[in-house]
Nanobody, 123 residues
Framework: VQLQASGGGLVQAGGSLRLSCAAS????????MGWFRQAPGKEREFVAA????????DYTDSVTGRFTISRDNAKNTVYLQMNSLKPEDTAVYYC?????????????????WGQGTQVTVSS
């Protein structure tokens, strides 16, 4: 499975961005798709996850109500709509795929990772 993340950029606080993660290869085994982020000098952290088939979602508290994870199964693509962005959302955002198990917030649960896309929110 290959994951290609895109959609990052520079935005002012309060603005919006939509990240995309296109999955290719042997995707039939994917159960969960997730988004993580890593800010400068910090560890990578969980942002959101969605079950590939049923639409069950999970969000970290700091993004609940502002970010929305969604999918387009026909395109094998997962999106992260980010609204009301804050400077503290600045990070490299990674998409990840998990073959076994539903949702999950730990990095080690995920089997495949995309290359990351930079999101910078200016104040």
């Amino acid at each position: 499975v290959q994951l290609q993340a895109s959609g990052g950029g520079l935005v002012q606080a309060g603005g919006s961005l939509r990240l995309s993660c296109a999955a290719s290869g042997r995707t039939f085994g994917i159960v969960t798709m997730g988004w993580f982020r890593q800010a400068p000098g910090k560890e990578r952290e969980f942002v959101a996850a969605m079950s590939w088939s049923g639409g069950t979602t999970d969000y970290t508290d700091s993004v609940t109500g502002r970010f929305t994870i969604s999918r387009d199964n026909a395109k094998n693509t997962v999106y992260l709509q980010m609204n009301s962005l804050k400077p503290e959302d600045t990070a490299v955002y990674y998409c990840a795929a998990r073959k076994y198990g539903l949702l999950g917030r730990r990095e080690g649960l995920y089997d495949y990772w995309g290359q990351g896309t930079q999101v910078t929110v200016s104040s």
